[in-house]
């Protein structure tokens, strides 16, 4: 058995070495025939392992169970592959390439380990930042419609209460018209309808107009045309004082219109 004269740690000096072994007739095998088949297989084995957990964990396109299964039956052929590459790597000696392939297989296994904490770590707080911003938004535009409903409420409510306001307005103003006769002013009032800001606002003008009828002070005395008897009909309850007969309905007028200048 050929021993190496450099460690494995030092790796230009020591792929010189295999590769002038191997090139070498007279020393027995080829150790590139395992080097390089072997590390082929432990790195296609490795990244189907990593491609496995990732769907496994990570994903979730594939059953954690399954994955586990998956991974425990590639983890001998990915110690085999590294065991060829480390057999050929040390030139055919066994403990050496033993101790090698426990050294590699530890480093990957802890690579592996720390690769997917932290994959799953930024995986969570990927999904919580998009959450908090989905949050976010959904707040955002709950807000900003909270805030045009509120808007177009106000609107519908201005209009409404100007409408109403508007009726009761021309009511007034019907029956302060309708009692002119008797206070002697007469009342109106028209709404204005304003847009500012996009919101109509309702706004109303009140005119007072004096209005002068005359009234007359007292009623005027009448004649009975039965006994010629003068006398005030209301007064008397519309019946003569002297005959007992009902005051026409002429002479009634006539005793309310006032008197001439």
């Known amino acids: 058995m050929t021993q190496s004269e450099y460690r494995a740690r030092q790796v230009r000096a020591k792929t010189n070495e295999v590769y002038e072994y191997d090139r070498d007739d007279e020393k027995p095998g080829k150790p590139l025939h395992l080097l390089i088949p072997g590390g082929i297989l432990a790195l296609a084995a490795l990244a189907v392992i990593v491609f496995i957990g990732y769907q496994a964990f990570v994903e979730e396109n594939l059953s954690q169970d399954l994955g586990i299964t998956l991974m425990l039956i590639l983890s001998p052929v990915y110690v085999g592959g590294v065991f060829l590459f480390s057999y050929g790597y040390e030139l055919y000696n066994l403990p050496r390439a033993l101790r090698l392939t426990a050294i590699i297989v530890f480093v990957t296994l802890a690579s592996v380990v720390i690769v997917a904490v932290l994959i799953v770590v930024l995986g969570n707080m990927k999904g919580g930042g998009s959450s908090s ?12 419609f909270s805030k045009s409903s509120g808007s ?14 508007g009726a009761g307005l021309s009511k007034k103003g019907s029956s302060g018209s309708s009692g002119s ?3 002697g002013g007469y009342y109106s009032s028209n709404p204005i309808f304003i847009n500012s800001g996009g919101r109509t606002r309702v706004e109303t003008r009140e ?11 007292e009623p005027m005395p009448i004649t009975c045309p039965f006994c010629s008897r003068s006398y005030v009909p ?6 003569c004082p002297s005959c007992g007969a009902a005051t026409p309905k002429e002479l009634i007028e ?4 006032p008197k001439a200048p």
């Open 133 to 144: 911003s989905s949050r976010s938004s959904s707040s955002k535009s709950s807000s900003s």
């Open 207 to 217: 005119v007072t107009k004096e209005v002068v009828k005359e009234v007359p002070k």
């Open 152 to 165: 177009a409420k106000a609107s519908v409510g201005d209009a409404f209460a100007g409408a109403v306001g």
């Open 254 to 257: 006539e005793s309310q219109l």
């Open 234 to 239: 209301i007064e008397q309850k519309y019946v």
């Open 181 to 183: 006769s008797s206070s």
